[in-house]
């Protein structure tokens, strides 16, 4: 038996839309097919794709997320499961993350008495330099300079959501959409309301556009 959510409007309650990521701006890539029909009265409820977040509390945060969505383009959510002209599935995930690794290397050159220091750019008293000594007929400096290289490590996380739509009267699947980020934050709670903001700036779209989406935290910017 199909289960479904039925979401019921509130408007006060757009607050509960989290904020960006904690990267800004945040950066999606967002796939998107669709023969949607304008909006016409047709109402809708929600599902899981994955059997394991039917009923979930989470699920039903970001199901309410999206109902909002839907609702600002004009669809209507359906008073009852039973009534829906469009039914909604939602899927999102994050992968295990892969660890990246970076360096930065600095050093200086040698230190001198009073006739030598820093660097050789100059021959005889003068030249400041980087890298040998001030140097010429007093001599190059007391030291051969020193250095190192800073390694970094961190991780990066793939996180996605999926939604598709299809016609109740017919099964007839009218849209189809995917976003995708790669962020070094796995929290869920932040990244899901933020690919479901990507895939709804300027829906439902041109039918296979792949496109990179940029949002910041005051307005969204399609790039």
């Known amino acids: 038996m199909r289960q479904s959510i ?17 990267e800004s701006p945040f950066r ?23 059997p394991q977040d039917k009923g979930g509390l989470e699920f039903g945060h970001y199901a ?3 109902a909002h969505e839907l609702y600002a383009q004009g ?3 359906a008073p009852s499961e039973g009534t829906a002209t469009l039914i909604v599935k939602l899927d999102y995930g994050i992968d295990n993350g892969q660890q990246k690794v970076t360096s930065t290397s600095y050093g200086y050159g040698g ?4 006739w030598g220091g820093w660097g050789g750019w100059g021959g005889g008293w003068g030249g400041w330099g980087g890298y040998g000594g001030w140097g010429g007929p007093w001599g190059g400096g007391w030291g051969g300079g020193w250095g190192g290289t800073d390694v970094y490590s961190y991780t990066v996380y793939s996180p996605f959501f999926k939604m598709e739509i299809d016609r109740v009267s017919d099964g007839q699947r009218v849209f189809e959409g995917r976003a995708r980020a790669h962020v070094t934050t796995d929290n869920m709670t932040q990244l899901v309301p933020d690919l479901i903001r990507a895939m709804f700036v300027n829906f439902p779209g041109h039918s296979g556009e792949n496109i990179e989406i940029k949002l910041t935290d005051d307005k969204k910017k399609q790039k």
């Open 75 to 77: 669809y209507q959510p």
């Open 6 to 22: 039925t979401i019921k409007i509130v408007l006060s309650s757009l607050s509960i839309i989290s904020l960006s990521a904690c």
């Open 64 to 66: 309410n997320i999206v």
């Open 28 to 50: 999606a890539d967002v796939a998107r097919f669709q023969m949607m029909p304008a909006p016409a009265g047709q109402t809708f409820t929600i599902e899981a794709i994955d």
């Open 111 to 114: 230190w001198g008495g009073p």
